[in-house]
């Protein structure tokens, strides 16, 4: 059983979800440290799933390997696979998995400044390097 207060710490955290989602194919990674601009979470994670089961596994791995590692359950789960995008709180992290459309249509990246990207996947688009953190 686990629980909903955050006691591990949210880089640990953070980074955890990222090898998650990548190992689970998720495309499109970008991890936003919104410690100073955000009194909500210290980290944004947003990746893109390719299908509703796609999107599904996305969140229920995150779910089952988060309470495994550290016995924390997300605070709260907004939509499921079916509203092509799913939000997942774990009060340090709150992680966004969408389609690509919706991803394209709300482009949520906007909603936060580039220079807060600590990690981006790799992706043959981009040019830019790839930051790590």
Request: aromatic letters at 8%; one cysteine or more.
């Amino acid at each position: 059983m686990g629980t909903y207060i955050v006691n591990v710490d949210s880089d640990v955290l953070a980074k955890q979800c990222v090898t998650i989602c990548e190992e689970r194919k998720a495309e499109n990674v970008v991890l936003f440290d919104v410690q100073k601009a955000s009194v909500l979470a210290d980290y944004y994670l947003l990746c893109t799933g390719n299908s509703m089961p796609h999107i599904r596994a996305l969140s229920e791995n995150l779910k089952i390997e988060i309470n495994g590692e550290h016995g924390l359950l997300p605070r709260a789960k907004e939509g499921d696979a079916s509203s092509e995008w799913i939000i997942l709180d774990y009060g340090v992290v709150i992680v966004h998995i969408l389609d690509a459309d919706r991803r394209r249509f709300y482009n949520v990246e906007e909603l936060w400044n580039p220079e807060l990207v600590v990690y981006r996947s790799p992706s043959e688009e981009d040019d830019e390097d790839v930051t790590e953190f």
